[in-house]
């Protein structure tokens, strides 16, 4: 698969759902978005292959790209009934994983994330959104594709992992401290980041047991005396 060849399915994959319907929920999508490559490489068995890949599928659509480069790795060796028996078993296993990782992690992470960032700077909280999601998820997309493409003879073992566990720590690190200012500043109405990150501390060393970890105290404390040396202060933007 050259490069141009990957961009057009990644770039295609990305209106996946724009035609979805009932009876096939995101067939139509998947399809368009692999008829290029089905042009190029079925060859004369163009009109089966278009046939095979117009019926039912229904994923997460963040994790198509990967199902994308298993099915275009097969039917490009001409295996076309294995790779339609490889798409009906991934796209239930990664829409799992897919609704686990964006839905119920990245998703709501990156919008505490920016809820606590517009006390500083309101305006640009969405902007920040938009940043931090869409490098996301459109980097594991891009990804997705090769890493599907190259493990087309054992997809399930290269779908392991899709999702790294490291950023999933990251991230639910990130949201503590991120719903720890939100509260700080709405439940004590404190005008001070600094005030807000130290209540927050001590409710979350007590809750979590961690006074084993002087160092995170520390910090926070640390972080708590800068901001507030710093005279900084903050609204809540949506408070009127």
């Not at 969405?126 to 998820?137: E, G």
């Not at 939100?182 to 404190?190: E, H, K, S």
């Not at 001590?202 to 809750?207: P, S, Y």
């Amino acid at each position: 698969m050259r490069f141009m060849d990957r961009l057009n399915l990644f770039i295609r994959s990305l209106s996946i759902q724009a035609s979805w319907n009932f009876p096939r929920m995101q067939g139509l999508g998947f399809f368009f978005s692999l008829l290029p490559w089905l042009r190029k490489a079925a060859g004369s068995g163009f009109r089966e292959a278009c046939y095979r890949h117009l019926g039912y599928f229904n994923t997460n659509p963040y994790m198509s790209p990967y199902i994308l480069g298993v099915v275009a790795r097969l039917e490009e060796e001409g295996k076309g009934e294995e790779s339609v028996r490889a798409r009906n078993n991934l796209m239930g296993p990664l829409g799992a994983m897919g609704d686990g990782f964006y839905w119920a992690t990245l998703l709501p992470v990156v919008i505490l994330v920016s809820l606590a960032f517009s006390f500083f700077i309101a305006v640009l909280a969405p902007v920040f959104f938009l940043i931090v999601y869409n490098c996301v998820h459109l980097r594991n997309r891009w990804a997705y594709l090769e890493r599907g493409y190259r493990n087309a003879h054992e997809p399930l073992k290269g779908a392991a992992g899709l999702n790294g566990q490291k950023l999933s720590k990251i991230l639910e690190h990130l949201a503590a401290p991120a719903m720890g200012l939100i509260l700080g500043m709405v439940a004590f109405g404190t005008q001070t980041p600094g005030t807000a990150m130290l209540l927050f501390g001590l409710a979350f060393c007590l809750f979590r047991r961690q006074w084993k970890m002087p160092a995170v105290f520390a910090i926070l404390v640390i972080v708590a005396v800068l901001l507030g040396l710093l005279g900084l202060e903050m609204s809540i933007p949506w408070s009127g």
